[in-house]
């Protein structure tokens, strides 16, 4: 097993080694690992806020880019971006980093890679927390058909998931104005920029028009500066954007990977934190109702007042007390 790499005053960029190539990501800080996941469409820069902090308070925290984002590998073939493969990066990038175990901490589609990390591999992963989709076991119907029942009550609208599924089509939308999109993306699910009630949904794409018309015109959140947004923007035009959205097409082959898992709940200690305004906590309301049966080791369930999907920036003081507080109050290693 690789030896650690010295501690890190100052974020340090990596590249390890991965199943499918070529692990990117940025850590911070000595002690207990912290492996960092993000969601769509974003970065290990999401993280920025967090991992001076986790060095701070007493942890090595490592940032990823997922498979398919930034300088990680982006594998031509969909089904490699299946969450069993996203899952054997995580473990590589432990592994990688000289560890045998970690804890792992997941945003949007990275909350998932984390449950699912702690479930497939509780030896490696020692606790989990999740931020802004809580976990839902494997189960009911196969994806596609539930999200295809998901448009308006006159078929006018999509819901976006089956819209990203799509190959191609979502791409055509994006990549000409990389910027442009990502910014009203940013702005539609963000608490400060989000359209109000009796708005048209951001979730919902227009028969025949594009996900883009939902957006707000012209609005900034107010976490999203230049630099920001030229950052993610510049990830972005130069990797495009098939291998982030490769997540979406995958859905129906988890459902059939992970059979063997279906109702399992994840046992080890665990948190989740949400924000009030955030679509994912009021959809999946009954899955956070069920987190005794789903997450029975949970020490912490958090609702953010006023907050919206993009917690780690647009709450970062209070997100990492309250991950510093659950991270301190966890068994330390043996």
């Known amino acids: 097993m690789p030896q650690p790499a010295a501690p890190t005053t100052q974020p340090a960029h990596r590249l390890l080694p991965g199943p499918a190539g070529r692990i990117h990501l940025v850590e911070q800080g000595e002690g207990p690992l912290v492996l960092l996941v993000h969601g769509f469409p974003e970065s290990w820069y999401s993280w920025r806020r967090q991992l001076p902090a986790l060095a701070a308070a007493g942890y090595r925290a490592a940032a990823v880019d997922v498979r398919g984002y930034g300088r990680s590998s982006r594998p031509a073939d969909v089904a490699a971006y299946r969450m ?14 000289g560890e045998e175990t970690a804890v792992v901490v997941g945003h949007d589609w990275g909350a998932g890679i984390a449950a699912n990390a702690a479930l497939l591999r509780p030896d490696v992963f020692r606790a989990v927390g999740l931020l802004s989709v809580p976990y839902t076991p494997r189960g009911g119907p196969r994806p596609s058909e539930v999200f295809a029942r998901m448009g308006g009550a006159d ?13 191609g089509g979502a791409e ?20 400060d920029t989000m359209p109000g009630p009796g708005a048209p949904d951001p979730h919902f794409v227009p028969r025949g028009g594009t996900l883009r018309e939902r957006f707000p015109s012209g609005a900034r959140p107010g976490w999203l500066g230049d630099e920001e947004l030229d950052f993610y923007a510049g990830e972005f035009e130069r990797t495009g954007l098939t291998g982030a959205l490769n997540r979406y097409r995958n859905m129906d082959r988890d459902w059939e990977d992970l059979a063997e898992f279906d109702g399992a709940p994840v046992p080890q200690p665990s948190l989740f934190v949400g924000g009030a305004l955030d679509a994912s906590t009021t959809w999946l309301a009954d899955a956070i109702a069920a987190f005794p049966a789903t997450l029975p080791g949970l020490s912490g369930s958090h609702i953010l007042d006023g907050c919206g999907h993009w917690i780690q920036q647009e709450r970062p003081e209070e997100l990492n007390g309250l991950l510093t507080a659950w991270l301190d109050a966890l068994p330390r290693r043996p």
């Open 172 to 191: 055509e939308e994006i990549e000409p104005d990389v910027r442009g999109w990502l910014a009203g993306f940013y702005a539609a699910l963000s608490a």
């Open 155 to 167: 078929a006018a609208e999509e819901f976006y998931v089956p819209y990203f599924q799509r190959p």
């Open 84 to 97: 069993r493969e996203l899952v054997a990066d995580a473990v590589a990038a432990v592994h990688g980093l």
